[in-house]
């Protein structure tokens, strides 16, 4: 089945050990996304890419980074992870002109941060 | 100022029964997009049904449907005939403008339990 995959599901890291977490997607979908969900908030857009052109929002953090190899991988790197930065991150995908845009997530990545 | 907003941050529904959970926006922009995710407690976000600003008729998708009052800028969600399943976080989001992949805003969601 065409799919959002993110790993790993769980994440635990150190405080200021970089973390680098992966999405895949075999929908050939060519625009990617990174939301941050925090407990009991809603989901907030870090980054996106269209096609290889990477949009950051104005309020995403430096300690953030992404890249994005190819068409199906998406990776989020966090370079120096706070107590601040455990979360879910979600990541996204969607087609432009089609669909309505509608945004397909994967399961999604709990990072902790000790 | 709030652009999604959902008022209910708790809701109670007795399975086979329906509920209404309500979500209003806020935007200046002719074109967009409305949307309900569901989240349950396993954190993947997953599509529920999608009202665009132009559409005629209300969206259904089997038992979802989406009460779209343009005027009032409400787009409430109607879950018919509960079951235990439905038991979860739901999100309404706004999209705003088409075409060079854009945001999701979110409102804060409202959980739903579902009783037998």
């Known amino acids: 089945d065409a799919m959002v995959i993110q790993n790993p599901r769980y994440q635990v890291t150190q405080f200021g050990k970089p973390v680098t977490l992966s999405c895949s997607q075999t929908l050939n979908h060519n625009v990617m996304y990174w939301y941050q969900q925090k407990s009991s908030q809603a989901p907030k857009l870090l980054f996106h890419y269209y096609d290889k052109d990477f949009n950051n929002e104005a309020d995403t953090p430096d300690n953030f980074q992404s890249r994005r190899p190819n068409t199906s991988f998406c990776f989020l790197d966090i370079r120096s992870p706070g107590l601040g930065d455990a979360a879910m991150y979600l990541c996204?995908?969607?087609?432009?002109?089609?669909?309505?845009?509608?945004?397909?997530f994967g399961p999604g990545t709990r990072l902790l941060v000790l | 100022a709030q652009k999604i907003t959902q008022t209910q941050p708790g809701m109670f529904v007795q399975e086979k029964e329906a509920v209404t959970l309500d979500c209003t926006y806020d935007?200046?922009?002719?074109?967009?997009?409305l949307f309900w995710y569901k989240q349950p407690s396993s954190g993947e976000m997953i599509f529920l049904i999608y009202?665009?600003?132009?559409d005629q008729q209300n969206a259904t998708e089997g038992r979802y449907s989406l009460n779209f009052q343009k005027a009032r800028k409400s787009a409430n969600l109607v879950i018919s005939a509960s079951q235990l399943g439905d038991s979860a976080m739901y999100f309404c989001a706004m999209r705003e403008g088409w075409g060079q992949g854009g945001k999701l805003i979110f409102g804060q969601g409202t959980e739903l339990s579902v009783k037998p």
């Open positions: 996204a995908t969607s087609t432009s002109g089609r669909n309505q845009e509608t945004q397909y």
């Open positions: 935007t200046s922009d002719p074109s967009y997009g």
């Open positions: 009202q665009g600003s132009y």
